[in-house]
């Protein structure tokens, strides 16, 4: 039998008789307490199943929460007063502690008061209506005592799991600004995200519109349901998660999974393998989440690659270099500026194909080499040297990842349909 503020009155004793009767049985089990706590001890460990498989407290710990229960009882059952059973809120505040399952403890409490009621019933001449008061007593305390226990073992529990998420968001929001330092703070941190240690690993960041709402519902305990580990903190615009994907499928359910929930834009960084790296993945995501939306799926990941690296790699020295050749456009609308920029790009992913790149756009080869041939005229490079090429390819990606959105504030994204 383990150990509040509750207080309550057991039933009230009839007559002088039974008074004293009662009252000499509670002093010979007081006399004999700390055997009896043992014996009780015993009972548990043997019959409650936990118990029975582990050991999750010392045989010493549970002897002590079942002597200072038996002597409160007691007191409650020699007297008609009100019984303040603080034993027991002090086991259920310790056990919650101990992270044991409240089941268990409720187990080893009607254990307990079992073995409490045969040593007072059959280790004393009980009988008449002394018999009757005393179980009654001993069954309103097993009520008043499991009570207490199991309000404090929640309360204990309530106030863990607030004191826990807030450490966590603590936590996260350490990893997701670069403040992991030590190898072994890495180790530390993973294990308390439950995350592995070791990558690989992206960075979602998911457009939470209304500012404290949730841009993702339910994702960590939806990708746990995938056997996918992941950390995920709410920023004022944002939703971010930190995820370990161990897998080209898992990525690909991952991103199956965000793109069924997103109702808004969702940027993902490249692979990473070590959480030092997740500020700089963040980075990326919520670059890749804030530049210029490509057509199709609205969760875009970063693709990591050399050209898109160099672009964010010092964000406001690259803009400062690449504006003078993005000016040479600004007498075009913005349609016909995006129309030859999506042209150059999809010439440059294709080879420099003509042919290519006009069946992708669904339009005439001869339209594509006239778009570049303008590019040329009001760049004053030409795309048949190499240097020239990769200037521009530079120039364009740092507008699509860095400028378009602050030329475009209210420019409504092209993928705004449902993916």
């Not at 207080?7 to 004293?20: A, C, F, I, N, Y």
């Not at 089990?29 to 199943?49: C, F, G």
């Not at 002597?71 to 027991?88: G, K, M, N």
């Not at 008043?144 to 968001?169: I, K, N, P």
Request: include cysteine; hydrophobic fraction near 40%.
């Amino acid at each position: 039998m383990e150990s509040g503020s509750l207080k309550t009155s057991l039933p009230h004793m009839e007559g002088d008789v039974v008074r004293q009767q009662i009252a000499g049985i509670a002093e010979a089990l007081r006399a004999r307490s700390d055997e009896l706590a043992t014996t009780l001890a015993h009972a548990i460990v043997r019959e409650v199943r936990l118990y029975k498989t582990t050991a999750p407290l010392p045989f010493e710990t549970v002897v002590d929460g079942c002597r200072t229960n038996i002597r409160q009882v007691l007191s409650a059952i020699s007297t008609d007063a009100e019984v303040q059973p603080t034993a027991a809120a002090d086991v259920g505040t310790e056990r919650a502690r101990d992270e044991i399952p409240l089941a268990s403890v409720m187990e080893a409490y009607r254990v307990g008061f079992r073995e409490f009621w045969d040593a007072a019933v059959n280790g004393n001449r009980v009988n008449g209506d002394a018999l009757r008061v005393l179980t009654a007593k001993i069954h309103a305390a097993q009520d008043v005592f499991t009570a207490a226990m199991a309000d404090a073992y929640h309360a204990e529990q309530t106030c863990r799991l607030h004191g826990d998420e807030s450490e966590r968001e603590v936590l996260i929001d350490s990893v997701l600004h670069g403040r992991l330092f030590e190898q072994s703070s890495v180790w530390e941190a993973a294990d308390y995200l439950r995350l592995p240690a070791k990558g690989p690993y992206v960075v979602i960041a998911a457009d939470a519109g209304a500012i404290g709402t949730e841009a993702l519902p339910g994702i960590e305990s939806k990708m746990r349901s995938m056997d996918v580990y992941s950390a995920w903190r709410r920023l004022p615009d944002l939703q971010v998660g930190i995820v370990h994907v161990k897998s080209t499928e898992q990525m690909d359910n991952v991103l199956a999974l965000v793109s069924r929930l997103a109702t808004g834009r969702v940027g993902v960084s490249a692979q990473f393998d070590d959480l030092r790296d997740t500020a700089q993945a963040l980075r990326y995501a919520r670059v890749t989440l804030r530049g210029r939306p490509d057509q199709g799926p609205r969760v875009t990941q970063f693709d990591g690659s050399i050209l898109s690296t160099a672009a964010l790699s010092a964000p406001e020295v690259m803009v400062k270099l690449v504006t003078p050749t993005i000016e040479c456009f600004d007498e075009l609308s913005q349609d016909e500026r995006n129309t030859l920029f999506d042209t150059f790009r999809v010439w440059l992913e294709n080879d420099g194909s003509l042919r290519t790149a006009g069946e992708l756009l669904f339009c005439h080869p001869n339209t594509v080499r006239y778009r570049l041939h303008r590019i040329e005229q009001r760049t004053g490079r030409s795309l048949s040297r190499p240097r020239d090429v990769a200037e521009l390819s530079l120039a364009f990606e740092v507008h699509r990842l860095l400028m378009w959105q602050a030329e475009n504030p209210d420019r409504p994204n092209p993928d705004s349909a449902t993916p």
